[in-house]
């Protein structure tokens, strides 16, 4: 997902000085507490920090009241502006070179817990955005996604799974707006790549956590207009959303089951769960029972079926034996090449042939992802080549690329509850050029998988906004895993 604060239509005019209307620069939602950093220099000029604000409607925020913030959510399509006061205010037309850093603290992603009462250690999100903006009006046009399709091939009645997406698939486009979310919903119709939904419940619920009323009947109007399926709840455990400490455990207690009620609600049969300590699922066990919930724990690369940190869930849910605790197998853990859209990207960033296959042969060995990781940093600083001209992404090439056998999936097949059919690109060839979606559905069909397999395009962490249509990707990916599993026997 483009990873920018501020894009070319950001500058507008302002009593006070000036305004930049500001993007989240994550995929999903996110506490205003997560703002750690802001700061801005126009025309070579830092504006100092108590000359900022951000407003959200009638309510701003100076900086240092941020973190104070963990009531307060930064909703996906939600745009706050960034207020500079200024002595001269800009006007119209007018043209500034501007940079904006901006850091964030990703409360879902623990990298450490905290001691003694204190703050866990959190995956930061860095966004350094320079760029020279006109100021433009408030009322910028928002293109829209056209395009003709013919209609997909119906499923069979002895097709041995069910297809259908999570709507993450279009995180980038539903964030920019291209989209609400009956808009979104339309065009999944229009294009047939259901009946599965998914979602991502801190993306698509403006009062996440709670699933409030209104989304209710908005949610179930679409579901009975086009026939969709209640395919698997995604859930996040936001244990750092306060800045000073992390959650208490009744906290994430608290949390999980405001999540559970709200996949209830909505008609959801499965919860993919982010966490699977022993504590909270004996806790949460009863709550799944009584709302007749399965709770899936996300196999995500690098990891595998066997990777050590999975095999201790999987002595958790044998202790537990409850056939309500299973897996989501994500297929990023299994793909045997690296993405040519992340290749692309690392291309943009500046990155030459023999870098680019530097970065591929590192990622082949089998050493962990963070050596991986430090060899290939390593070998730029070699170079004279910064990492940080790579943002995210010299990261990004290790943690969301696993190679996995495929075959290992069986190894759990019974307790997998839930298919994250992840991919990245579809070649002139109707292929996935970095996952063989042939041998998964080979492994899959044969072992007795009869769940759904839900499109996961991740894209969108790499290419630029508007360079592909995603849900036209997902159509020709439902067109490739079809055709592959009507050619494996089904037992």
């Not at 793909?335 to 042969?361: C, F, I, K, N």
């Not at 690329?401 to 097949?413: Q, S, T």
């Given at each position: ?86 002595s001269t205010p800009v006007a119209l037309g007018e043209t500034h070179d501007v940079v904006l850093h ?56 002895d097709d041995p799974f069910q297809l259908g997406l999570t709507l993450y698939s279009a995180s980038a ?319």
């Amino acid at each position: 997902m483009p990873n920018g604060l501020i894009h070319d239509d950001s500058l507008r005019a302002h009593p006070d000085g000036l305004a930049l209307r500001l993007t989240i620069p994550w995929y999903r939602s996110l506490w205003l507490s997560s703002v750690t950093t802001l700061a801005l220099t126009v025309d070579g000029e830092q504006v100092d920090v108590a000359d900022l604000r951000v407003e959200f409607g009638d309510t701003s925020y100076a900086l240092d009241e941020l973190p104070a913030q963990s009531e307060r959510l930064w909703f996906l399509q939600e745009h706050p502006l960034l207020i500079a006061r200024r002595s001269t205010p800009v006007a119209l037309g007018e043209t500034h070179d501007v940079v904006l850093h901006g850091e964030l603290r990703l409360p879902y992603m623990q990298i450490a817990p905290g001691q003694d009462g204190g703050p866990g250690m959190y995956v930061p999100n860095v966004v350094h955005d320079v760029k020279t903006l006109t100021v433009v009006g408030a009322d910028a046009e928002i293109p829209a996604l056209v395009s003709d399709v013919t209609p997909p091939p119906p499923a069979a009645e002895d097709d041995p799974f069910q297809l259908g997406l999570t709507l993450y698939s279009a995180s980038a486009e539903f964030r920019a707006g291209y989209f609400g979310f009956d808009g979104l919903l339309d065009r999944v119709a229009e294009l047939g790549i259901g009946p599965g939904i998914e979602i991502v419940a801190s993306q698509m619920v403006p009062t996440y956590p709670v699933v409030g009323d209104e989304f209710v009947r908005t949610w179930r109007a679409a579901f009975d207009r086009h026939g969709f399926v209640e395919s698997s709840f995604g859930a996040n455990l936001d244990m750092g959303r306060r800045r000073d400490r992390d959650m208490t455990p009744d906290e994430e207690f608290a949390f999980s089951t405001l999540m559970f009620e709200g996949a209830k609600k909505l008609g959801f049969p499965l919860v993919r769960i982010q966490s699977a300590k022993p504590e909270l699922l004996r806790r949460l066990l009863p709550i799944a029972e009584r709302l007749e919930l399965k709770l899936a724990y996300e196999i995500h690369a690098p990891m595998g079926p066997n990777a050590e940190p999975i095999l201790r869930v999987r002595e958790t849910y044998a202790e537990l034996d409850s056939p309500l605790l299973g897996f989501v197998a994500d297929f990023s853990s299994t793909m045997h090449a690296m993405s040519p859209t992340l290749l692309r990207a690392v291309r943009r960033a500046g990155l030459d042939d023999e870098a680019v296959q530097r970065l591929q042969d590192i990622w082949a060995t089998d050493a962990t992802m963070q050596a991986r990781q430090q060899e290939f940093i390593a070998y730029l600083r070699g170079r004279d080549f910064d990492p940080g001209r790579l943002g995210a992404f010299a990261h990004l090439a290790f943690n969301m690329h696993g190679h996995v056998d495929p075959r290992e999936w069986a190894d759990i097949m019974p307790q997998i509850l839930h298919v994250h059919a992840k991919f990245y690109d579809i070649d002139d060839a109707g292929q996935e050029p970095a996952i063989d979606y042939p041998e998964l559905v080979r492994v899959f069909v044969e072992s007795g998988y009869r769940g759904f397999w839900s499109s996961e395009w991740e894209g969108h962490a790499f290419a630029e906004l508007g360079e592909v249509d995603p849900l036209l990707l997902v159509r020709r990916q439902h067109d490739l895993i079809r055709s592959a599993m009507r050619t494996v026997p089904v037992g």
